[in-house]
Nanobody
Framework: QLQLAESGGGLVQPGGSLRLSCAVSGFTKDYVAIGWFRQAPGKEREVVSCITSTGGATNYAHSVKGRFTISRDNAKNTVYLQMSSLKADDTAVYYC???????????????????WGPGTQVTVSS
């Protein structure tokens, strides 16, 4: 069974850093593209970043470019989101989801998403 599991969230001060992990298991393909989303209370879910199945291409939302870095270690079946220079506006529940390689090339635009993890809370506060 396909499973996605996020970890690494928590409370951090503004300007601090966190690394989120997305563990992927049970998919029929060897590797899949992965995207990170976030959703704050009262706001729509928005894409943060995405990465192809090989890690050869990545994309980022303008609001996080230069601060966040997405990467993957396929030997561990894990995708990471390194977050630095965190701001209060970054506070949200962060989710990872199965993407398509072509969607990564198209600025992380997906028509529909079928597989999500349960999410991990990130809170940026003094």
């Amino acid at each position: 069974q396909l499973q996605l599991a996020e970890s690494g969230g928590g409370l951090v001060q503004p300007g601090g850093s966190l690394r989120l992990s997305c563990a992927v298991s049970g998919f029929t393909k060897d590797y899949v593209a992965i995207g990170w989303f976030r959703q704050a209370p009262g706001k729509e879910r928005e894409v943060v970043s995405c990465i192809t199945s090989t890690g050869g291409a990545t994309n980022y939302a303008h609001s996080v470019k230069g601060r966040f870095t997405i990467s993957r270690d396929n030997a561990k079946n894990t995708v990471y989101l390194q977050m630095s220079s965190l701001k209060a506006d970054d506070t949200a529940v962060y989710y990872c989801a199965v993407f398509d390689d072509l969607a990564v090339q198209a600025e992380c635009t997906m028509i529909s998403i079928d597989y999500w993890g349960p999410g991990t809370q990130v809170t940026v506060s003094s």
